[in-house]
């Protein structure tokens, strides 16, 4: 299975940039595409996809939300941080089977 | 607007069977793929099982093979999770999810999820 590795949390003041990485054990690209996503969630709410393809804004999310990365080393941006951001981030690979998430980095204020 | 509706959960004891229902609405179904997702209380999240578009494919984590078993009935827009043979560990939320890509399998819509509790 193909492992991947967030850290616990990360302590932001609101305003600035928030930088979540995602490491994984083996190289999720394919072709130049990158099968890695990422998403928000909220307590007691269901997961919200942010970013698909490793770069790819979805549908509505705000453009203060960016992806980058390639092969084992992805990260997810949000600049500037706001209220309304503080959640837990989840990335994904759809790579190979089993699909696997991240444990997911739970973003906090400072 | 994409809707998923999940329902089904409960209380279960351990062995026992349980369905899980998914409403989907506001897309043309059989065009998607489409997976179910946990997350045990407290817990990350876990890809469970997915079905392509006809219902021709199937694919499941090595926990459940065997005892679940993912469906679909496209003139009902509705997908299932029939759950057997239940553990203390199956004990999560359900969420029934949309597969936006068919090459890439990223979720692109969630229900609100469905709770599964597993004890005696």
């Known amino acids: 299975d193909i492992v991947l590795t967030q850290s616990p949390a990360l302590a932001v003041s609101l305003e600035q940039r928030a930088t979540i990485s995602c490491k994984t054990s083996q190289n999720v690209d394919n072709y130049g595409i990158s099968y890695m996503h990422w998403y928000q969630q909220k307590p007691g709410q269901q997961p919200k996809l942010l970013i698909y393809?490793?770069?790819n804004l979805a549908s509505g999310i705000p453009a203060r939300f960016s992806g980058s990365g390639s092969g084992t080393d992805f990260t997810l941006t949000i600049d500037p941080v706001e209220a309304d951001d503080i959640a837990t981030y989840y990335c994904q690979q759809s790579k190979d089977y089993p699909y696997t998430f991240g444990a997911g980095t739970k973003l906090e204020l400072k | 607007e994409v809707q998923l509706v999940e329902s089904g959960g409960g209380l279960v004891q351990p062995g026992r069977s349980m369905k899980l229902s998914c409403a989907a609405s506001g897309f043309t179904f059989n065009n998607y793929d489409m997976a179910w997702v946990c997350q045990a209380p407290k817990k990350g999240l876990e890809w469970v099982a997915t079905?392509?578009?006809?219902?021709?494919?199937?694919y499941y984590r090595d926990s459940v093979k065997g005892r679940f078993t993912i469906s679909r009935d496209n003139a009902k827009s509705t997908l299932y999770l029939q759950m057997d043979s239940l553990r203390s560990e199956d004990t999560a939320t359900y969420y029934c999810?949309?597969?936006?890509?068919?090459?890439?399998?990223?979720?692109?819509?969630w229900g609100q999820g469905v709770m599964v509790t597993v004890s005696s």
């Open positions: 079905i392509s578009y006809d219902g021709s494919s199937t």
């Open positions: 999810a949309r597969q936006g890509s068919y090459i890439y399998d990223y979720f692109d819509y």
């Open positions: 393809e490793g770069s």
